[in-house]
């Protein structure tokens, strides 16, 4: 069965460091998001993008993230200078026809700012 | 913007008692209707769905029914399992994401 991919598991960084999380979304779909969740805290939602756009950030997805689509299979999430309250889980998901339908989501990279 | 509100947790249940979790929501339009599942160390998995008024979704033994006059899509199993210990988020979806609740932790004793 198709499923999303996140790499790495884990990720350990200084603060003010840039990370680049990586996603393989599920070959076929064309839309693709990120959320994260914080510890403890509720799944919230960070960007959506879809035909090399972004369709609609959150008020959390400021000027120090990104997200590309760097080829046929690739989307990531970068943040330029990671702050200590960045670290959670970030999830990637992808769907086939549009937010409405089902999203699948990737297991997870822990990011940890120290 | 779309939100939710879900029944606070955390909630403990004994093997083959019914669970009832209640989720209700907020939202501009016609959202549709998910919930999502999270086991212990794990990432998000779909459970069920529902598109349109009146539909119920089912899966696992697991069953909700969108009801649009009461804005609610409540989540409901007969007879639970240890192995249904985990995490349970309702999320409506608009034109451009999820929206989740703060999530309700089940723990099912054997």
């Known amino acids: 069965e198709p499923e999303v991919t996140q790499t790495p598991s884990h990720q350990v960084t200084q603060m003010g460091q840039e990370v680049i999380l990586r996603c393989v979304p599920i070959?076929?779909?064309?839309?693709f998001y990120w959320y994260r969740q914080i510890l403890g805290q509720k799944v919230e939602f960070l960007v959506s993008?879809?035909?090399?756009?972004?369709?609609?950030k959150s008020e959390i997805f400021d000027d120090q993230f990104s997200v590309e689509r760097p080829d046929g299979s690739n989307f990531t999430l970068k943040i330029r200078s990671t702050k200590l309250e960045d670290s959670a889980m970030y999830f990637c998901?992808?769907?086939?026809?549009?937010?409405?339908?089902?999203?699948?989501f990737g297991p997870g990279t822990r990011l940890t700012v120290t | 913007g779309d939100s939710v509100t879900q029944m606070e947790g955390p909630v403990t249940l004994s093997e083959e008692a019914f669970l009832t979790i209640n989720c209700t929501y907020t939202?501009?339009?016609?959202?549709?209707l998910f919930w999502y599942v999270q086991y212990p160390g794990e990432g998000l998995q779909l459970l069920l769905k529902?598109?349109?008024?009146?539909d119920k979704g089912s899966n696992k033994g697991f069953e909700a029914t969108y009801r649009k006059e009461t804005t609610s899509f409540h989540l409901e199993k007969g007879s639970v399992q240890v192995s249904d210990s985990a995490v349970y988020f309702c999320a409506p979806a608009n034109d451009y994401k999820l929206s989740f609740g703060a999530g309700t932790t089940v723990t099912v004793r054997a």
């Open positions: 993008f879809y035909n090399n756009e972004i369709s609609e």
């Open positions: 070959s076929n779909h064309l839309y």
């Open positions: 939202a501009t339009g016609y959202p549709s």
């Open positions: 529902a598109t349109k008024a009146d």
């Open positions: 998901a992808s769907s086939d026809y549009g937010p409405r339908l089902e999203q699948y």
